[in-house]
């Protein structure tokens, strides 16, 4: 862990708001910008990184019968609790084991001397975000929501419970903030922008980006063929390139 440079943790409050889109997309942007990535999902419950990176049934090699290599996929190195153990074995677990294997995949991993690396954290502001937060030597948290006021009220716990540990939030990405028309070419903000912005007055932080709902980066259970590493189509492409370009210069003056 000592030769990883930055530990960024993605979190939101509420469920489903795009947590792993933008861990996935962000990881993406900053190894074509040249660095050293690794992604580890801490969603013990839900892990999605093995299906949005096409790596499902995947298992890493253990060397020792102690850590794990990750696996590696657009050349990124991956580790979720997927690779590990078999489908929903993981959603009978309690707080505690969860959070014991949270700390395994991190720290039992042999990362190699890493740039960066983007933890996409389970939703919520409970166990496995506070211990991961206070083990993992964090550089910065990143918050995700949708411009939502039910979103925003649950980031907004989120922010608290990282400001309690001290661990400095570099800003909010707001995910799924305009719909871009293919009628008439506008972009539509759906969800309302107001609320997002008096968030972050209220709150003294900063708008890291925005994204636009982009089919090409939805996907469900039934998109067989969707690999997001090999996407050069995603409308929010320059969008997520723009945004790690962002975080690099920003975790550069930290
Ligand atoms: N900008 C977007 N445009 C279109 N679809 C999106 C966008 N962001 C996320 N989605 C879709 O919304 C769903 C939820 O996104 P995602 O899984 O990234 O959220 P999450 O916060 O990680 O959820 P969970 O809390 O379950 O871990 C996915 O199907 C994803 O493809
Ligand atoms: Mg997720
Ligand atoms: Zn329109």
Redesign the pocket.
């Known amino acids: 862990m000592s030769d990883i440079k930055n530990v960024l943790a993605v979190a939101?409050g509420k469920?489903?708001?795009?947590?792993?889109?933008v861990s996935v997309n962000l990881a993406l942007s900053l190894k074509e910008q040249g660095y050293q990535v690794g992604l580890l999902d801490a969603?013990i419950y839900?892990p999605?990184v093995p299906l949005m990176l096409k790596t499902e049934g995947k298992r890493p090699t253990t060397p020792d019968n102690k850590t794990f290599n990750p696996i590696l996929a657009s050349g990124i190195e991956l580790m979720s609790i997927g690779y590990i153990v078999l489908k929903d074995e993981a959603t009978i677990w309690r707080g505690p084991m969860m959070s014991k294997a949270i700390e395994q995949l991190l720290f039992n991993t042999n990362w190699s001397d890493l740039d960066y690396l983007i933890i996409d954290l389970?939703?919520g502001t409970g166990d496995a975000q506070l211990t991961l937060s206070k083990k993992a030597n964090l550089s910065a948290a990143i918050l995700?929501s949708t411009p939502q006021q039910v979103a925003l009220l649950d980031v907004k716990k989120s922010l608290e419970a990282f400001q309690k540990l001290s661990i400095p939030v570099m800003g909010l990405i707001e995910?799924?903030s305009y719909f871009v028309c293919d009628k008439c070419g506008d972009n539509h903000e759906i969800f309302g922008k107001n609320k997002v912005k008096d968030f972050l007055d209220q709150n003294s932080i900063s708008l890291i980006g925005r994204?636009?709902?982009?089919?090409s980066?939805?996907?469900?259970d039934d998109d067989e063929n969707l690999n997001f590493g090999d996407s050069d189509e995603k409308l929010?492409k320059d969008i997520f390139d723009e945004i790690a370009k962002s975080i690099a210069s920003q975790l550069r003056n930290i």
């Open positions: 939101s469920g489903g708001v795009g947590k792993s889109t969603d839900g999605s389970p939703p995700v995910n799924m994204i636009p709902i982009d089919p980066i939805a996907f469900g929010s």
